[in-house]
């Protein structure tokens, strides 16, 4: 029973929180995820415009392009075959990355979708590791596969707290189930 009483609150956006545990520890329990959700959001939102902005890296090729990136990528990756894929229009792709990383940025920092947000955010750290750092060894030097798994904890609890997703769920809890009005 005691352990019971010192963990209610530890559980991260769940409805069994809401009302009990006004505690510090409660508190910092529910909030705990929110420092993540902002260096997440707000490095990929950054990293998709840094990318639209450089024209260098919007290039099929040259300096600092992500059509030379691709070249020195391909022979090391772990999927070769996702590189083959980017080098078929590494223009197009570029601009693909950024608005993704954009579009995941955006929707982490205001808790709009938030899991799919992650989801997204996921799906590109694992692309860039299988592709861009795959030969980084020691593979902790590589920063991918970090932001892969900083991704999980947001996926799998979403943007419950200070986000569009709550406030829309809190809309719904207070106008039932309607759909117009």
Known sequence: MVH???????ELGGAAVEGVGFGLRAQLARHALLPLRLFLGATFLYAGIDKLTDPAFLAAGG?????????????????PQLVEIAQQSPVGFGYAIAAGELAVGLGTLVGLLGRLAALGGALISLTLWL??????????????????????PLLLAGTPRFSLDAALSHRRKRHGAQLFG
């Open 4 to 10: 019971a009483n010192r963990t209610i609150g530890a």
């Open 63 to 79: 300096a600092g392009s992500l059509g030379e990136m691709l070249r020195q990528v391909h022979d090391a990756a772990a999927l």
């Open 131 to 152: 592709t861009v750092s795959w030969a980084t060894t020691p593979y902790y030097y590589g920063n991918d596969l970090a932001y892969l798994m900083a991704w999980i």
